[in-house]
DNA sequence: TGAAATGTTGGGGCG
DNA sequence: ACGCCCCAACATTTC
């Protein structure tokens, strides 16, 4: 009789967690419940390094293995728990698929080359179901009427705007209960390491930080999220770059928020268009995959950059003479972040007034980042180098004195960051150098001594820029 | 999601 | 009343 046999298993999946660390609003785990039991699972992968400066991201590696334990933890919560495994991935899942006996496997697709070279090298083996969720919407679709990518934003934002705006209908729940994994099936433990301090681990945390950007700072975000000492960006950049916050989630609520408020050009409108901003440059990455090697304008790949490892070094430590730009690379490397505003006036520096090629910084802020995702990295980097997608002319130089007059005015951030400047007099805060050397003598801060002689004349190096761009062109 | 140089305009002080 | 100068504010151009 059927009834005295072992009842059949429920059919059984991989979830493969890569970049989507949370259980809210999460279609590859969605997928995976709907074909039956689940066996979350996350692949510690040696080769994941695919890019040179991965095993020196420790800070973005600390934050990923902290959430990774705050998703196990919520995960066991519900009945299931994680599971950690190192190798290549194709040899794990293949491996986990046998003792499992799953006979299927979802993930969240990831467009960067690496993965995309990492998941046909997984299909070859087994079948994996890809699903959406890194962006609202995928990068094959928003495309140009008579099909192709788009290459500049503004019409990628119209197009992205004309496709179905989510609803909060749209957002999955996190589940109340996932099915058990069996005790059986071992799991390794997570390296060690905590979050940066200022980004504490985990989706409750990426929850918490929405709402409060929702009820206040969202509202004046078109002017404060230029002021380098405010807190009014949302600091969400490294919940979206683990998946720990959906981008479905977040465009749900700027539609929500600018709904309500009248102006178009509204605070929560502009978050919205920085979301936006996200996806257009994961959709260049994705059709555009070179742009991680060389400059997206053929046009810009030949300019003669300096080599200078002394100018290289004082930039990165922060030590050029110039106090936003050395506040701004304090902040980056005490805290693993950087206002956007700042890596703009960051990266201008570094390119426009060093001469130095803006992979060396690409690759410096990708090691340093909490928040370093090769599509925005690289988007932001060719588009202040002038050599992107919809990129800032190469004629374009921030000058870092207005910059921080203009973003810090009471230079609070520089005061921050720049502790040495504390004492100097707002008037001269901006550019030391100029202050009297009586004057820098009573307030302790001796140029040259105390806080670096600028590094370079930005007078004299503009035209040196200019030359370098026009002769690469 | 510049900056700086140059040009234009208009108000106010002043003889 | 008028011309002249100064200069701030704004616009235009150039890199």
């Not at 805060?429 to 001796?446: D, E, N, S």
């Amino acid at each position: 009789m059927s009834s005295a046999r072992a009842k059949p298993a429920l059919p059984t999946s991989l979830w493969w967690i890569r970049r989507d660390l949370r259980l809210t609003d999460n279609p590859a785990l969605q997928a995976a419940l709907r074909h039956g039991a689940v066996v979350p699972v996350f692949i510690l992968d040696p080769a994941a390094s695919g890019s040179r400066y991965h095993a020196r991201a420790q800070r973005r590696q600390a934050f990923l293995y902290a959430s990774l334990r705050s998703l196990d933890a919520e995960l066991r919560a519900r009945g299931s728990r994680l599971v950690v495994r190192t190798g290549r991935p194709a040899e794990v899942l293949a491996q986990l698929a046998a003792e499992t006996q799953a006979n299927g496997l979802f993930a969240e697709e990831d467009h960067s080359p690496y993965a995309r070279r990492r998941d046909a090298a997984v299909q070859g083996v087994l079948p994996l179901t890809l699903t959406g969720g890194l962006t609202v919407h995928h990068p094959a679709n928003v495309q140009k009427a008579a099909g192709g990518p788009y290459t500049v934003f503004t019409p990628f934002s119209k197009a992205w705007h004309a496709l179905r705006r989510p609803t909060p209908a749209d957002l999955e729940p996190a589940p109340a209960r996932l099915p058990a994994v069996s005790p059986a099936l071992a799991s390794e433990p997570l390296p060690a390491g905590e979050a940066p301090a200022d980004f504490p681990a985990g989706e409750a945390e990426a929850r918490r930080r929405l709402e409060r950007f929702l009820a206040g700072p969202i509202h004046a975000y078109a002017e404060g999220r230029n002021q380098l000492a405010e807190a009014g960006t949302s600091s969400l950049s490294p919940y979206f770059r683990f998946g720990l916050l959906s981008a479905r989630t977040a465009a749900v609520a700027a539609l929500e928020a600018a709904g309500r408020a009248p102006q178009p050009a509204n605070g929560a409108g502009t978050w919205l268009t920085e979301l936006i901003w996200r996806e257009f440059y994961i959709a260049v990455l994705y059709h555009f995959p070179h742009v991680l090697q060389t400059a997206f304008n053929p046009n810009l790949r030949a300019i003669a950059w300096r080599t200078a490892p002394e100018d290289f070094a004082a930039w990165q430590a922060g030590r050029t003479g110039y106090p936003v730009v050395d506040a701004a690379m304090r902040q980056l490397a005490q805290t693993g972040w950087m206002h956007n505003r700042a890596r703009m006036i960051a990266a201008s520096f570094l390119v426009k007034d060093l001469l130095i090629d803006w992979r060396l910084g690409e690759q410096w802020f990708m090691e340093q980042l909490v928040d370093g995702d090769p599509a925005a990295n690289n988007g932001g980097w060719q588009w202040t180098a002038g050599t992107g997608t919809d990129a800032a002319p190469y004629f374009r130089i921030f000058n870092p004195v207005l910059q921080s007059q203009k973003f810090d005015p009471a230079g609070r951030y520089l005061r921050r960051f720049v502790p040495e400047l504390a004492a100097v007099p707002d008037e001269y805060l901006h550019a030391p150098w100029k202050m009297p050397p009586l004057i820098q003598h009573q307030v302790g801060c001796v140029i040259g001594r105390d806080y670096p002689t600028p590094i370079v004349d930005r007078a004299a190096v503009k035209a040196r820029t200019l030359a370098a761009y026009k002769a690469g062109a």
